[in-house]
């Protein structure tokens, strides 16, 4: 006797770098999600996701669908990418209906008003990211604005990066399972959970000692911190420096490139130019110190 949660992985203006990531879990494997219980007693019965399943054109878009008209107020929502507002959404279209395009924003409104929970996935659905930067043109906007120009309020939960750690989406997922969906508490002021995006990058980073010190890598491959290069870590809410990526092989900054700040929502025109120093930005008082000192003594 295994529950099913049907879940329906909807693709707007995205790259598929989202979905990309979310099949290179490692524990547990794309596969295991697929053909095993996620924990005990519940699978996650993936119904529609376009990089993966087998069926295409109409008989996929049917089939997502019947999984709206069957299975209402029981199935997730997934959403990977913003959504383009401009021009009622014509410039993102996913099937037809009557022989007329249907845009994302049309099928998000859909597929959100029956749904149980909605899942933003990636900076683009949770922030509008790279999509939504400056200029714009398509009009791109987060998952929440859209259900609001909608009109729909819906349980939703953010899993921002570019892209996000796999462990963010399944372990946010894994805790609706067994907890529930999560608290007003359990999420940050951007719908973030705080078990993934609960510190700063700055916290944890094996090159804080350096930070403190004072001491700061002029160029690349140089030991130090890496904030002179333009470093986001001190304003990025993420768990990478414990986590890790490619099964806790390494991390960007592990391999000696600054963090870019891709789980913000200010993310990427707001953390623009990458490879630049912050400016007025509060930094711990201790490296600020002993940066000055180093200052003086030049």
């Given at each position: 006797m295994v529950k099913e949660i049907p879940v329906i992985y909807f693709q707007a203006a995205?790259?598929?770098g989202c979905a990309v990531t979310m099949l290179n879990t490692a524990s547990p494997t794309i596969k295991n999600v697929l053909i095993d219980p996620l924990v005990p007693g519940v699978h996650i019965n993936l119904r529609f996701h376009p990089v993966i399943m087998a069926a295409s054109g109409e008989m996929a878009i049917e089939l997502m669908e019947d999984t709206v008209a069957r299975k209402k107020g029981?199935?997730?929502l997934v959403v990977d990418g913003a959504i383009s507002t401009a021009d009622g959404g014509v410039y993102a279209v996913v099937g037809e209906r009557g022989g007329s395009p249907?845009?994302?924003l049309q099928r998000v409104g859909e597929l959100a008003r029956d749904a149980m929970a909605v899942i933003a996935m990636g900076t683009c659905a949770s922030f509008g990211g790279i999509s939504a930067a400056p200029p714009n043109l398509t009009g791109c906007v987060p998952v929440k604005a859209a259900l609001e120009q909608k009109g729909i309020n819906k349980p939703l939960i953010n899993i921002p990066g570019c892209p996000p750690h796999p462990d963010w989406f399944f372990g946010t997922v894994a805790s609706i399972i067994l907890h529930g969906l999560p608290k007003p508490?359990?999420?940050d002021e951007h719908l973030r959970p705080k078990a993934y995006y609960g510190?700063?990058?700055h916290e944890n980073?094996?090159?804080r000692?350096?930070?403190?010190e004072g001491k700061f890598a002029r160029k690349f491959g140089e030991d130090g911190c890496l904030y002179e290069l333009g470093c986001k870590g001190p304003i990025t809410y993420a768990d990478c420096p414990l986590r890790r990526w490619n099964s806790g092989t390494n991390w960007v900054i592990g391999a000696g490139a600054p963090c870019n700040g891709c789980t913000q929502p200010e993310f990427p025109h707001g953390?623009?130019?990458f490879y630049e120093k912050l400016i007025d930005v509060d930094l711990p008082v201790v490296g600020a110190y002993w940066a000055n000192k180093t200052k003086e003594a030049n």
């Open positions: 995205t790259c598929s029981e199935y997730v249907v845009t994302t508490e359990d999420l510190k700063l990058i980073c094996p090159r000692a350096y930070f403190d953390m623009a130019p």
